[in-house]
């Protein structure tokens, strides 16, 4: 099965920035793939995706700041996120959404994870 693993999290101040990368263990060329994060005692939330057709999506409160870009040769995704706020402190998560018509906004949409990379923003 598939691995992802995660890097690039940390603890940085507002405005900083941070690039997270994730690596699929296997092919993901035919695939989805996205970032979701966790807040302290919030919900898992998307953040944004790239489908298998190269199309990307981004929630509301990232646009203009992160960036999702995907190297289907390699099977990775990356995330640029610039000018960080508190409010983006999060455990941040990659998945894989096998299943093409499903909603890529939706955590229930995915079938692999990873463990997960911390990203910490001070004010």
């Known amino acids: 099965q598939v691995q992802l693993v995660e890097s690039g999290g940390g603890l940085v101040q507002a405005g900083d920035s941070l690039r997270l990368s ?34 990307a999506h981004l929630t509301d409160s990232v646009k203009g700041r ?15 996120m ?13 998945a894989v959404k096998i299943i093409e018509y499903y909603n890529d906004y939706f955590v229930e949409s995915y079938d692999l994870w990873g ?3 911390q990203v910490t923003v001070s004010s």
């Open 22 to 55: 994730c690596k699929a263990s296997g092919s993901t060329v035919n695939y989805g793939m996205g970032w979701f994060r966790q807040g302290p005692g919030k919900e898992r939330e998307f953040v944004a995706a790239v489908t298998w057709r190269g199309r």
């Open 66 to 80: 992160f960036t999702i870009s995907r190297d289907f040769a390699a099977n990775t995704v990356d995330l640029q």
């Open 82 to 94: 610039n000018d960080l706020k508190p409010e983006d402190t999060a455990v941040y998560y990659c």
């Open 115 to 117: 463990q997960g990379t």
